[in-house]
């Protein structure tokens, strides 16, 4: 039988295939760049399923790996190579089927624009190096990756570079990565110096008995601070929701779904590292924790039902961040699955909001949509009650997991600042909801419903959203934490008590909501001038882009005025001597060529006689030394 | 497999005279023939070798020998050949009836480059060399219109016979002290001699300034820009690379299994060389306004980096000679193909004959820009790989300083090889389009998928060279 996991390498090719395709014979197609992008989509994602049961059949802890040599050197090895496992399978099936389910959408979504065959290039490379980095099988390739999908992502912010505003958050994303990735490189490099191989299983192994934690802390940090960037955790959140300047399609897949939880698979993958070092698990846990509440109390006030769900987002990345930090790996990893389905789904579903509305995002403005949309409000709903944690929805188990780990593992403050967050999740969401598609606003009487090209992919990541948990819960022996788990990592008992208490305050949540939006039984208006000051200091997001802005414009141009100077002055001076300089000896260089076979032979011969006389005076102070 | 592994050699020496015969027996029309038996016979040749894998002999008391070493750059040369048939096409017709001729002199030239590579005794390597460059010296005048062939013709002549004769007398001086022309021997006697001999040292100097003149290392460079613009471009390539690999692997041979630099360190002499062609072939690509021309530097400059692998004589050092060596047959042939076939139409290889390529013919734009990429060693071009060879064996060995200045003068080729990509894609436009003949796409294709191949996945590559290697020691 032909072998699927040493063929798996044309998962990744397959997009890039398209990539090529697309590039080079068929960007004059937008229909046929379209398919061809899709079709090699679905190819993956067929495979990917295959090799996805193949893993779960098997017994727990099965690796497969292959691995050719790319560089070698005394002191470094670099491979490229995949790694399957059940981490890897999972990223794998959630990658390649979101990724086909928002190509579909796009069909419909993206009708019509003048860019659409480089929409999909732009999507067939992502994909490609999306499922290379959850492919990987060490540091260095994961790094050329993990560089390539921020490319993607800066190509798709962009994707309408005619707006201002799109070409701004283009360039924060990927300046705001830059900081995140040196980081990153730098901990890589520093892996390399150490142990000279990048490769993960080589690398846990060496970790096994090496335990000088003054040189791994500095290098986990370093490594983590990829992720900070990748998945948008604080300080480096900043960029995420100005990336929402996207198509909404592509804040669905990369935003949401893939890229951004790529610095928590890397957690994952990388777990080796960073839980070796207690110091450094607990400051991702902060972070993470951080990040969550932080994200999710800005979300509360916003109006633009893209930014919601980016903030959301940034919110639901930290909780995944802080399990990996108190160690709950599993639950962290769960957490990512479920998300990745429900909030593209949400976003997919407010991408729909966005087509019927003809780009309006203030859900003030909408209203009613409830009426005009059915298959998108039922299925946003949906997603919203699994994002909020309802039972038994894909996202309370996920969720429930987080929280079970942090309480069980005596993290107790992390654990209320857990249940708080999920408390104003449900908050949030519900806001959204009750406004956007119950409210009384009017314009949503105009709307219309989505084509079916559109609907259909709602329809199965809402079935997804609904199902997905099933796979972690208690109920079904928690299949999930059996294949994907740290090594040695205890699995906590189910206990009743958190999920009743995580039910009962995502149902307070809505219920809250429900009475200040739907019923208007508190004002909101008289809320909002009564926390005037609060409400404007969550509205402008903590003023951090304005506390940014500011630092950059005291230190980095501050700095930046000097350095001009000394730019204009000296290092202009210097370059432009010595490229002149550099010319100019080219030049004259060149002039001893000057076609004359007298002088050729005169050069051949005085060469020969500089050579002798310097071997025989070599050997003169040789001899006399 | 005794003697019949010397079967390549002599159906190259069938296949030339076959090829020279059609050439005159058939009628006007008649003459395409021979460029398909040229090709043909070639690539069955190159079959062959690979058939031959993993067989080696030696003949005539060690004179000349067949091994690893040998496969690996009979293949390099059958392979650069075949390339070069197939991308001369159209050019061919600036030589109306004598094509044929000029089909079975290249072959000569490959014959002779293949018994450089394999020979095992100083006579027969001259005598290979001289079939090599003998041929070389009637294709560089073979267009008759134009002056600048002829010079460039009679130039080559009269500079590489003074060459010749330099090399002879590092011979003479290398018998005069171990009374042997054999490697084998000369390795054997010198051994056996506790004192070096001023006369060997002589003779290793003088031996190596004639290779210094094949391989154009400054200051036995200043033919090269003159012969490499006024010879056919298709010739020039094959002289670029094929002349060049074959003289780095005689060299490299007999350096190694011959005179080890137990005797005479002549290391330092190489390094001093390479760094010196480096920096001077690097500078003055940057002064060109002609892309032959800057080619012709621009392999100056790439023969100084081959020779950092073997300055630095080490496995890491000697491995990076012969996989530069073979990307090299991809990355430079492509360039000179691009150039090959915009010269056939635009009768110029001047700069603004390339100004607006890209919009012209987007596939040529860009396989020369991969090429060039190549060559200047960015990742994930082939060009990079190798580089990373050569550099990290001259750190092994000691030779920092030769890195860095191997590094820094790579960063400003990037100047001159990107200065062609600019005006490329930036350059204004003539609307002229640029045929590309069937054979010369399939050329073209090989030079592409062969740089990025190497660059993307070089295992096999080194691999190869490194069994290449392992008979030397």
Redesign the interface.
Known sequence: MFDLFSGSWIIVALPFAAFAAIGLFLHRWPKAAAYTSILAMALSTLWSILIAIQVFTAAPGQVFTAAVRWLEMPGLRVDMGILIDPLSAVMLLVVTIVALLVQIYSLGYMEGDPGLSSYFAYHSIFAGSMLGLVLSSNFGQVFVFWELVGLCSYLLIGFWFGRDSAKEAAKKAFITNRVGDFGFLLGILALAVLFGNLDYQHLAMRLTDYHNLAVLLPIALLLFAGPVGKSAQFPLHVWLPDAMEGPTPVSALIHAATMVAAGVYLLARAFFIFSAVPQAMYLIAVVGGFTALFAASIALVQIDIKRILAYSTLSQLGYMVMAMGIGAMTAGMFHLMTHAFFKSLLFLGAGSVIHAMHGEQDIWKMGRLSAKMPVTTWTFVIGALALAGIPPLSGFWSKDEILLGAFSRGHLFLYGLGSLVAFMTAFYMFRLIFVAFFGSGTKGSHAHESPPVMTWPLLILALLSVVAGFVGSPLLGNVFGKYINAPGAAHHEMNIAIMVVSSLLAAGGIFLAWLIYQKEVISHLELKQRFASVYEILYHKYYIDELYARLVAVFIDGSARVLEWVDLKIVNGLVNGLAYFTGWSGKQLSYTENGQVQTYALYLFGGVLVILVGAVLAVYYTVLA | MGYLLLAPEMLLTVLGIVVLALGLILPQRGKKVTGAVAMIGTLGILVVVFWQFGYEAEFFQGVYGIDAYSHFFRVLFLSAALIIFAMAGNYLHLFSERQSEWYSLMLFATLGMIIMASSGDLITLYVGMELMTISFYILSAYLLDDGRSAEAG??YL??GA??SA?MLFGISLIYASSGSTVFAVVYQTLQAQVVTQ?VL??GI??LI?GF??KIALV??H??A??IYQGAPTPVTAYLAVGSKAAAFAALLRILVTALPAAHYNWT??LAILAAVTII?GN??????RNVKRLLAYSSIAQAGYILVGLAASNV?GFKGVLFYAMLYVFSNIGAFAVATLVETQSGSSDFDAFSGLAKRAPMLAAIMTICMLSLAGIPPMAGF?GK?YLF?GAI?SGYLWLAFIGLIMSM?SVYYYLNVSRLMYIGKSSEQSVPVPAMARVALLVCLVGTLIIGI???PLSQFAEIAIQVLY
């Open positions: 009679l130039k009269i500079l003074l060459s330099v001023p040292i002589a100097i003088l300034a210094a003149f200051p036995f200043m033919w820009p003159d330092m002499l001077t500078l003055i690509a940057l002064a060109q890491y790989a990373f990290s092994q400003v996945y070089p295992q």
